[in-house]
């Protein structure tokens, strides 16, 4: 019983298996993936901090008593022998100090959003990368069952003709050894398949199985599609959150250096009190104001630090916006080969080479070809499928890439 219990508990934590296209998949990551998730409590707390900074500042209010009388030697005194004097002030900020801090608020706010923003552009495209990497691996595995199937096949049969000494032993050892070369790199290219699928699961927050769906239809709609580099730049300079961060933090960076002159410009604050046995009469009451004088403090250091800031921020738009537009050239370079290079191999590598590889098989088996002839057409055939794979994966990465310079959605 315990061991059958033990079983079916194994058999509970199989993993299941998805199939997804990417799309199906990025909806499954915008629902599941932690680190979007957490980046949204920075939006929150931008969002507490721009409330925060409308609030003004509390009231402070005081009381004051006699502890002890000296001249008649009395702890906590009563009566007309005890003063009791109450006080109350509030600070009054001056100068636009408060309307500069608000503003910096939504600021604050508005580069939280654009964090997200990018975040999201990055795990999409890492999103992407994995996808297709995992394809392109699941694809490449596929293809070495199918080869070392059929070898295994011709390696049973010409056992049984070796031992009737009607193959020579140096055939089959010939086919062992292609046998034991395609089942190395098999091998090779599952862990990179297992890591692969653990990147795309950590992306979209599943342990299940992914099992890619991308065929020849889907990378034709991605050569399909045709660009121009104004068109992308434009796109780009218009919504790459990057770039909007670096502007907003230029408009930080002038908001900031008006606080700072502000902040040279001091506040006032109201007082009023009573005391019940006054500096000059009994039951006083008492109205001030005070304001600090700048003599020493003008906060002189602080609004050159936000002056150097300010133009910190600005090359760095500069340099930002260089960075933009290096990226869309390289970008729109990279796929439009892509779509050229997948155009050029798919008439090149097409059912016919499968039609090929079946006489191939066929013919060896019946005698028509030499293991030479068949050893090197089995290696180039093998070698010609995992190069139509690679281009179909290289064209939907230069697609992703597209889509992540732009900042927008093209595929």
């Keep these: 019983m315990a061991v059958m219990l033990c079983g079916s508990g194994i058999m509970a934590q199989a993993p299941q298996t998805l199939n997804l296209t990417v799309k199906q998949a990025e909806e499954l990551f915008f629902k599941n993936n932690f680190m979007l998730l957490a980046q949204q409590y ?70 939280a959003e654009a964090e997200l923003t990018d975040l999201t552009r990055n795990l999409q495209l890492q999103l992407w990368q994995s996808f297709y990497t995992l394809h392109n691996q699941q694809k490449i595995i596929e293809k070495y069952n199918k080869l070392l199937s059929k070898l295994s096949d011709l390696i049973s049969s010409y056992e049984v003709q070796v031992a009737k000494n009607n193959v020579a032993l140096k055939d089959l050892v010939r086919l062992k050894s292609v046998y034991v070369k395609i089942n190395n790199d098999k091998s090779e290219e599952t862990q990179t398949l297992i890591d692969a699928q653990q990147k795309l699961n950590l992306l979209l927050g599943t342990a299940a199985t992914i099992s890619t769906v991308y065929d020849s239809a889907d990378a034709g709609s991605f050569a399909a599609k045709t660009f121009l580099y104004d068109d992308i730049l434009n796109k780009s300079l218009q919504n790459r959150p990057d770039l909007n961060q670096a502007k907003l933090a230029t408009e930080s960076a002038r908001v900031n250096l008006s606080l700072q002159r502000r902040q040279a410009i001091p506040d006032v604050t109201l007082r009023g009190g009573y ?28 609004i050159q630090a936000a002056k150097v800031q300010q133009l910190e921020s600005q090359k760095n738009v500069e340099y930002k916006q260089l960075e933009v537009q290096n990226d869309v050239l390289a970008a729109y370079q990279n796929f439009t080969r892509s779509v050229d290079e997948y155009k050029r191999i798919n008439k090149l590598i097409n059912q016919d080479f499968d039609a090929v590889f079946n006489g191939i098989n066929t013919n060896f088996q019946k005698g028509n070809v030499s293991m030479i002839e068949f050893a090197d057409f089995f290696e180039a055939y093998n070698e010609a499928q995992t190069e139509v794979e690679r281009v179909k994966q290289q064209l939907a990465l230069a697609a992703a890439q597209i889509n992540y310079v732009t900042g927008t959605n093209n595929f």
């Design 42 to 111: 920075n939006i929150d707390k931008s969002a507490a901090a721009e409330i925060q900074s409308k609030v003004y500042p509390n009231p402070e209010v005081s009381a004051d008593i006699i502890a002890y009388q000296g001249q008649d030697k009395l702890y906590f005194p009563s009566g007309n022998k005890n003063n009791l004097a109450v006080g109350l002030e509030q600070l009054i900020i001056i100068g636009g100090k408060r309307k500069a801090q608000i503003e910096l608020a939504k600021l604050d706010k508005k580069m």
């Design 275 to 302: 005391n019940q046995q006054g500096d000059a009469f009994n039951n006083q009451y008492n109205v001030g104001l005070a304001i600090p004088l700048p003599v020493f403090d003008r906060n002189r250091g602080n």
